[in-house]
């Protein structure tokens, strides 16, 4: 094991760097994880381009320090264990040792304040912190983001055991899959007659990148009935047809009319039951909450970075008794249901090709500017082993 580490450091919006660190020794309760793979998300590419206001308007609003080491969707190999009193186990409970492979948890919560003590998910923490976010490459021991070679957990992260017949090209979208907590969220008030997500309901989904892909796969799982996709790539939207919409809707070929009229062509006039934003544009709001139905459900997911603002009617909410759920990110508890969805769907669904393109750490600003295109799904930092 080299004792340097290469890691790309976004320095500044739009600069990226290639720097080495050295290779830490972690302390009690720490894990330094050797970076199978690391998918490349939005707020890795909005940092790139000086999106850099998180959580606006919540008590732990910031504007990320520069520098970062990008990434926060990361599966690798437990490399070495900081010896303290107590074994480490994953989140579940399981042991973990040097060489097992695990599914790093985004973020670190305080433990204390209002929101972790009264059962909030993690992102209302007033004192949180997300690897390839708000840890800046310039504190000790710098390896916070998943795009380095290495990574450094620091004690109280959640760690969660990787099955063995799960590939890193799939294990790699847990912390994706597990921000589709939103249709949960709406099943839940399917308990309330004509609320929330019921078998059948017709569900849009509104950019269908990886977030909106595992939105897809996972309304299929659930049981939704029409699903509809909505992207401005050709290559995106096959993709989800293959991996469960019903029917794909080209934003470059159509109007927002003519997009109205499917949906209310497909579901009698009706609306959607759910609509999910995975654009990441604000522009797509109006649109998405025209689509619903008289007491449906808005699921507002992509619009992490404050991306700016958008004029709405409020009214239309009013009248149509509209449900909007915003979603702050992942919950914790998701990890572990998603890594055995996985598990037990890879053979029903070509979950293999939702990874599209594979970099190493020394192209990754390639990569990041080739994410940002149309031809491509999720693109991954890679070990050498898997590219």
């Known amino acids: 094991m080299s004792d340097q580490v290469w890691a ?18 972690p302390e009690p309760g720490a894990v330094l994880i050797r970076r199978e793979m690391c998918g490349i998300c939005g707020t890795d590419k909005h940092t790139y381009q000086g999106f850099a206001i998180q959580y606006s308007g919540t008590d732990h609003e910031r504007s990320l320090p520069f520098p970062i080491i990008p990434g926060h969707e990361i599966v690798g190999t437990i490399a070495a264990i900081g010896q303290g009193p107590d ?55 710098h390896l916070f983001g998943g795009f380095a070679d290495y990574v450094y957990a620091l004690p109280g992260s959640y760690l969660f055991k990787v099955p063995d017949d799960l590939p890193a090209e799939i294990a790699v979208l847990t912390e994706v899959m597990a921000v589709t907590t939103g249709l949960d969220k709406a099943k839940q008030f ?14 849009v989904v509104q ?6 892909l595992c939105h897809v796969i996972k309304a299929r799982m659930l049981g939704a009935g029409p699903i509809i ?6 290559f995106r939207l096959n993709l989800a047809l293959e991996m469960g919409a019903d029917q794909a809707i080209n934003v470059r070929t159509t109007t927002p009319k003519e997009r109205l009229e499917i949906v209310h062509d497909v579901t009698d006039g009706r609306g959607a039951d759910i609509v999910v934003e995975c654009a990441g544009v604000p ?9 619903l139905r008289p007491g449906g459900y808005y699921i507002e997911s992509g619009n992490f970075s404050d991306m700016g603002s958008v004029s ?25 249901p998603s890594l055995e969805a996985f598990r037990r769907y890879r053979l029903h669904y070509p979950l293999h090709k939702v990874v599209s393109h594979r970099y190493s750490v020394m192209d990754a600003e390639a990569a990041l500017r080739f994410s940002m295109t149309d031809d491509c799904m999720k693109v991954v930092i890679a070990s050498s082993e898997y590219l």
Request: aromatic letters at 10%; proline letters at 8%.
């Open 8 to 25: 790309p450091v976004i320095v500044a919006p739009g600069k990226i760097e290639l720097q080495q660190f050295p290779l830490p020794d």
């Open 312 to 336: 709405i009617k409020p009214h239309l909410i009013c009248a149509k008794n509209l449900r909007i759920i915003g979603i702050g990110g992942e919950a914790i508890t998701a990890y572990g």
């Open 283 to 291: 522009d797509v709001v109006p649109e998405g909450l025209e689509m």
């Open 229 to 234: 996709a909505i992207d401005r790539s050709p």
């Open 87 to 141: 074994r480490l186990t994953d989140f579940y409970g399981q042991p973990l040792e040097e060489g097992d492979r695990v599914v790093l948890g985004a973020n670190l919560t305080c433990g204390h304040c209002y929101y972790c003590r009264h059962g909030f998910e993690y992102y209302f923490c007033a004192n949180l912190e997300d690897y390839g976010n708000s840890l800046s490459a310039a504190t000790p021991p």
């Open 190 to 203: 399917s308990t309330v007659a004509t609320e929330g997500f019921r078998f059948g309901d017709t569900v």
């Open 207 to 212: 950019g269908v990148g990886p977030l909106g």
